[in-house]
């Protein structure tokens, strides 16, 4: 748990610099900052897509993993608690929702590949080296994020420890069916819904996408069925 440790840390760090940032950012640059930012989202999120081999595994991930996710209305419970952190602790004349900040940051950093792919080699050979790269990177990400987006990108440190803790301390179980195209399948699935959530950021769309996450762990169950059914045919 090292790693998640470290990580957890480094969104709490750099969230609270960004804060003390906003101050300086005049109001009028605060859409131009969030516009770009999303860009560089959907950057990473078309480039992890290519990690995927199978299309077909990734649309039947994409279909069980929203009606898993849309049947728990995960995105419901997600609004939920960021609306009581945003009755709490919102500030008159904020621009930004603290519901905002924290599930566009929340599902940012904990959706993307080397958050799947370095929870996974912590939990089962102790390696937290990607962990830690990624902890670098969301440190200087939850700078800018928290300069444009306010306080609920603090609290999505929480939701960061929680999600990766999960992964690492479940690894263990899941190991048997953790070849390497499961997790190319499952990278690919992530980024998908990264490129989902910069859509979002753009106003493009309004997509539940925290209702899809259940995806980036089907394809655990679904390629070895493909490879079973694969098989018998």
Known sequence: MLGVIVNTATVLIGSSV???????????????ILKGIALCVMYIGITGSLEGENTLIMILAMATGAVIGTALDLDRHLNNFAERLENRFKKEGEKTTIAEGFISASLLFCVGA???VGSLQAGLTGDNQMLFTKATLDGISSIVFAASLGIGVVFSAAFVFIFQGAIVLLAQLVEPF????????????????????????????????????PAIFMPILICPLADWIGGIM
């Open 178 to 213: 953790l070849e390497t195209a499961v997790i190319s399948e499952m990278t690919c699935v992530g980024s998908l819904l990264i490129m989902g959530l910069s859509l979002n950021m753009l106003g493009v769309t309004r997509l539940k996408v925290m209702n899809y996450t």
């Open 114 to 116: 080397m958050t799947i």
């Open 18 to 32: 960004g804060l003390a940032a906003k101050k300086a950012i005049p109001k009028e640059w605060a859409d131009f």
